[in-house]
């Protein structure tokens, strides 16, 4: 089969832990035809959707690791209409770009994209995790959304917890990610401030949530396939933050998913499937679920790392990717047979 990677520059890879390219590497090493462009290469030629791609050239024997598989892959450019690849693998980094769907709107039907765009369009950042109802605290940290400064003060002021998280809502990788106490509130009207009106025309909302005692031990990546964990890792924050995220300082542990982890799990599994989020990462702590990366989640090639795994987690995802390809397949030869049937009787 073929797959377009819809990623970040190829130049902006890190050769030995991206998730992207263990995947790329998979699909290179089961004879697959791979081609990547980023969200910026779609383009419209004769009506039709296409990507200034790179194609990766094929190889006789692909490389046991993936920093040779990446320096020795060659690469050339090449046009290509999207509806000609079997699969597309949405791999860019948040913000999500609304009008970058719209491209890829037009051949939804001919693709299987991964994830899909409507679940894209749903889950692109943190307020995803609002969309499981969950009034009593059981899954999330309790969290406030707004843009209303005076609101945000408020809420700082009557909480009864001493520490709160303050977050944008489409940062990645911990940026932005603050922990901010009552005992120094000097700076809060500042900050407030600050992230409300941070970018081109500012108006952002902010993120206010409970800080989850124990997260200086560090949080849990969980990556899920079809709605399963596949695999799991913890990550430790660094001596001098706060934040786990591997690109903050935080470095990587085994981890076996706790009960609490599993029932989680369990309980969003069905709505991440429904919702076309076949592959996911969900940060956890504390068995509290933080977030939801549907865009770009990382992690494979960690986990792969500190588990020494026989299977290797890109493999399952490539097996997925397979059945799902083959499944569209095969949906569109009945339909021609069908129609066949009709056209001759
Ligand atoms: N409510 C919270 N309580 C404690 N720590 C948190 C909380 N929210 C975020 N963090 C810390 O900050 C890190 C990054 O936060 P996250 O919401 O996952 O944003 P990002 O998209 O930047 O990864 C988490 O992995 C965790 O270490
Ligand atoms: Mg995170």
Partial sequence: MNICFIMYPWE???????TSLA?????AKRGHGVAMCTPANLTIRDSVTNAFCNVIGRMDKVP??????YNKAKLREEMLPLAGFDAIFFRANPPLDPLMLNFLDSVKDDVFIVNSLQGMREANNKLYTAAFGDAHSNI?????VSKNKKYLVQQIKESKADKMILKPLNGFGGSGVILIEKSAMNNINSLLDFYISA????????????????????DVRILLLNGEPVGAMRRIPGSDDHRSNVSAG????KHTLTKAERALCKQIGPKLVKD???FVGIDVIGGKLVEVNVMSPGGITYINKVYKNKRKVEEKVVDFL???VLDQLQAFDRRARLRKAVDEA
């Fill in 12 to 18: 902006n890879i890190d050769p030995e832990n991206d």
């Fill in 250 to 253: 935080g470095s990587i542990a």
């Fill in 199 to 218: 970018g081109d025309g500012g108006s952002n909302y902010v993120i206010l949530q409970d800080y989850i005692e124990g997260a200086d031990q560090g």
């Fill in 23 to 27: 995947l790329i590497k998979e699909c």
């Fill in 64 to 69: 046991s690791t993936l920093k040779s598989f």
């Fill in 140 to 144: 999330i940290p309790n969290t406030h």
């Fill in 322 to 324: 397979e059945s799902k």
């Fill in 276 to 278: 076309g989020l076949y």
